[in-house]
């Protein structure tokens, strides 16, 4: 699985727009991009997930860039309940005997204040 | 809102005791995971079944780290004896197996050996 860079920390105002980038210059064409988050005390949590074309759902956007070696996560109008450690994890949607196996690297500690 | 169910929330024992942590998955899933994450590791992966089968425990130290399925609702991990390094949280999560279906994870059993 390719390896990502992400910033090890970030600050956001509440209702405004939480961009999160992840650096995975060295992605393969079968390799999707995951993101998963982490509130304090609990665990992860699905956020989204995708290949190559933008992908949306009820809690955030991502942005993947045409070259692919790059994303961002879009909470579009964060709360203090977004506060957690945010995970980009690059791995091919292989199934079988390789699902579920998440390699998880440090995140981004997103903090949203008032 | 279903749920991965975990007890105990929090266990503190002595060195060389035995602990039992236990994993009710989603209701339908067919692969479980058990994760540990200290603040030295991050989150990494120790072993998981699908079907109630052992698929991988590569991750697991084998001499004293066992995982079992009795059936489909409880997951177990058992550590004998018990080291001050076992010390961390253990989530467990659970899944269809199929990708683009998400984990989901409990909210861990955090550890104390003393």
């Known amino acids: 699985d390719a390896k990502t860079t992400q910033p090890p920390s970030m600050d956001c105002a509440e209702g405004r727009a939480a961009n999160l980038p992840c650096n995975h210059s060295?992605?393969?064409?079968?390799?999707?991009v995951y993101w998963y988050r982490q509130i304090h005390s609990q665990g992860p949590q699905y956020i989204i997930h995708?290949?190559?074309n933008n992908e949306t759902n009820e809690m955030a956007s991502l942005i993947i860039t045409e070259d692919r070696k790059s994303s961002t996560l879009i909470l579009p109008h964060a709360t203090l309940r977004d506060t957690a450690v945010y995970y980009c994890i690059v791995r091919v949607l292989a199934g079988g005997t390789s699902y579920g196996k998440l390699t998880f690297g440090q995140g981004t500690i997103l903090t949203v204040h008032p | 809102d279903a749920r991965v169910t975990q007890t105990p929330r929090h266990k503190v024992t002595e060195m060389g005791q035995e602990v039992t942590m236990r994993c009710q998955p989603i209701l339908g899933h067919n692969t479980v995971f058990w994760y540990r994450q200290t603040m030295m590791q991050g989150l990494e992966l120790l072993a998981y079944?699908?079907?109630?089968?052992?698929?991988?425990d590569s991750g697991m130290p084998k001499d004293r780290f066992s995982a079992e399925m009795p059936d489909a609702t409880l997951a177990t991990l058992k550590i004998q004896p018990s080291e001050p390094r076992d010390s961390a949280v253990y989530f467990c999560?659970?899944?269809?197996?199929?990708?683009?279906?998400?984990?989901?994870f409990g909210n861990g059993t955090r550890l104390t050996v003393t």
């Open positions: 999560a659970s899944g269809w197996g199929t990708e683009g279906r998400p984990l989901h």
């Open positions: 079944f699908r079907n109630r089968a052992p698929l991988d």
């Open positions: 995708g290949l190559k």
């Open positions: 060295t992605i393969s064409g079968n390799e999707y």
